[in-house]
Each structure stands twice: as C-alpha cells, then as structure tokens.
C-alpha cells in the first residue's frame, strides 16, 4: 500500500476540499442541518483513526482511501445509501467480496451506533458505540499514535 499520512483527509469531512464549489457549499450547510451525532462522526478525528484502521487492514490504495472518507461522508449527509457502499468500492478497483465484508464492518462499527439519527435499524444497532477508541477493535491505534 502506498503510504499516506495525512489522517486528516480521512476525516469525512475533508472529503469537501475535493469538491466543486457548487456540492462544496450545499454539503456544508446540509452538515449543519444533521443531528450532532452525525455531524460528530462527519468531523470526528476517531473516526479517521477508524477509516485508518480499515484502510490498513484492506490495503486500500491513497485514492481508494479517500473515495472511502467521501462515501462515508455522502452516507452522512443522506446523500447516498448504505447499502451502496459496496457497490461503489468496487468501482474504485476493490475486489467485490472485499468490498462487501468492508462495507458490513463499516455498517457495524460506524454507522450502527449512530443508527437512530438515520431512522434505520441495523443488526449491529444495539451494540456499544465502538467509535470509542477504548472500547474499538485492537487494531486501531490510540489518539496519540503519530499519523
């Protein structure tokens, strides 16, 4: 995988630096239009280290990870469904099976916590908020690994 630093693209959010102006500003004021759990997941820096930590596991490409930090982002916002996810990894070059076991572990620990704001219900929707790093997956690393 070649190596990208820059968590901060991973932030959803970012994912506005690479738009055209006319999404950028309606994407903006439709980020502040969502519940704060919502907004709090599209700006968080946990959930970077969290996109981090699945870009390391499925090897994704630079260009893969932020066309991941983008399709969350549009998931955010309700501009694109869950359930798309896959799909739209795959165009990125991802296998397909990859791209479905990614999209149901991002369903899971991303989106399931935060499922009430999206009046979905997901199987994993009863579980604890895993976007709090202490209680995540072991592989992702603590607030205070460099990035």
């Known amino acids: 995988m070649e190596e990208d630093n820059n968590a901060f693209y991973l932030i959803p959010a970012a994912s506005l630096m690479f738009m055209n102006d006319a999404d950028r500003q309606s994407h903006i ?17 946990k959930t970077a280290y969290y ?16 066309a991941l930090a983008l399709l969350v982002f549009k998931t955010i916002l309700k501009k694109m469904q869950l359930a798309q996810m896959s799909s739209r990894m795959s165009e990125t070059g991802l296998k397909p099976a990859m791209a479905v076991q990614l999209a149901k572990e991002i369903e899971k620990d991303l989106f399931a916590p935060i499922a009430q704001d999206f009046n979905i219900s997901t199987p994993s929707s009863t579980t604890n908020n895993l976007l709090d790093l202490k209680e995540a997956d072991k592989n992702i690393p603590s607030p205070n690994t460099p990035l």
Request: charged letters at 30%.
């Open 29 to 45: 004021k439709e980020l502040f239009l969502i519940p704060k759990s919502l907004r709090q997941t599209a700006t968080s820096e």
């Open 51 to 66: 996109l981090k930590s699945i870009i390391k596991k499925y090897d994704l490409t630079p260009p893969q990870s932020r």
